[in-house]
């Protein structure tokens, strides 16, 4: 077992997300940094759609209750075990009654945390992504204790993997969204030309920019969305729908975020700058 003996700001369980049921109104949750989740995964030798540890901002600090092996990934977070410092994208034996915590935020904001094997959690609709009211619990609490598969010997075919510094990247590449055509030339331009600014109200469901573009009067149907849509309000102001968000909405879809950027949006945090790029 895994004990939580402090759950940091906001610590949830998240796999590859859950699938098949947008028609029911259900999001795809998951990890927000779908990139970080396979590297964890692969240096592990787990499936890809393991559950792990995503942490937000604040890192927990977790009781080992069996031997197992680790890897970290996504944000800088100033991990130690038992007071060490340890890296990201690196596998580390740990031992019945090892302490992993977490300091500093140094790059990034979503830092993640596999263990072989993955976590067990229970599932629901298919995925242990918590998700709250779908799911029990929104993330983890205090004293809780977490599943894991005990692993005593195990010999990894690559022990740390190199990795690009995606979580300084700035530019968000896009497709063209379905509504694209329906701005008018000076929109186009301003959304590729300003250099926007996450806001204060940025969460798993959606990342809203301070900046604003020219206002519109675009009148359309609900439609789908996805995570990565682009939407822009009446007032001018672009929302970027991330994995909690809503399966329809009836705001213009201005632009499509790859899987990559979508990846790297979530790294950021209020004040940080980004830019579209097609």
């Not at 890809?48 to 209750?65: H, K, N, R, S, Y």
């Not at 904001?109 to 229970?122: C, D, P």
């Not at 990894?156 to 055509?181: M, Q, R, S």
């Not at 959606?206 to 939407?231: C, N, R």
Request: hydrophobic share 35%; proline share 4%.
């Amino acid at each position: 077992m895994l004990k939580i003996l402090k759950s940091g700001f906001f610590t949830t369980i998240q796999d590859k997300g859950r699938y098949g049921f947008r028609h029911k109104g259900v999001p795809v949750s998951g990890t927000m940094d779908d990139l970080a989740r396979h590297r964890v995964n692969t240096l592990l030798e787990n499936s890809a759609d393991c559950a792990v540890l995503e942490i937000t901002m604040t890192g927990p600090t977790l009781l080992f209750e069996n031997d197992t092996f680790i890897c970290l990934g996504g944000a800088d977070l100033s991990a130690t075990l038992n007071n060490l410092p340890i890296d990201n994208y690196h596998v580390y034996k740990v031992s019945e009654g090892d302490i992993l915590s977490y300091g500093r935020l140094e790059k990034g904001f979503r830092g993640y945390l596999g263990v072989k094997g993955g976590i067990v959690s229970q599932e629901v609709l298919k995925s242990s992504s918590q998700y709250q009211p779908l799911t029990e619990k929104s993330c983890i609490v205090d004293g809780e204790e977490i599943e894991y598969s005990t692993t005593k010997m195990y010999e990894p075919k690559l022990t740390d993997l190199k990795v690009e510094n995606y979580l300084e990247t700035f530019e968000l590449k896009a497709d063209l969204g379905p509504e694209f055509e329906l701005l008018n030339e000076q929109h186009k331009k301003q959304l590729f030309e300003t250099t926007f600014t996450i806001s204060k109200e940025n969460n798993r469901m959606a990342y809203q920019l301070e900046e604003k573009i020219d206002g519109h009067s675009i009148s359309m149907l609900t439609s789908a969305t996805l995570p990565g849509t682009v939407q822009l309000t009446p007032a001018g102001k672009p929302i970027v729908l991330m994995k909690d968000g809503q399966t329809t909405g009836g705001y213009p879809r201005i632009l499509q975020l790859s899987k990559t950027s979508i990846s790297i949006l979530a790294q950021k945090k209020a004040g940080d700058l980004i830019k579209f790029v097609s």
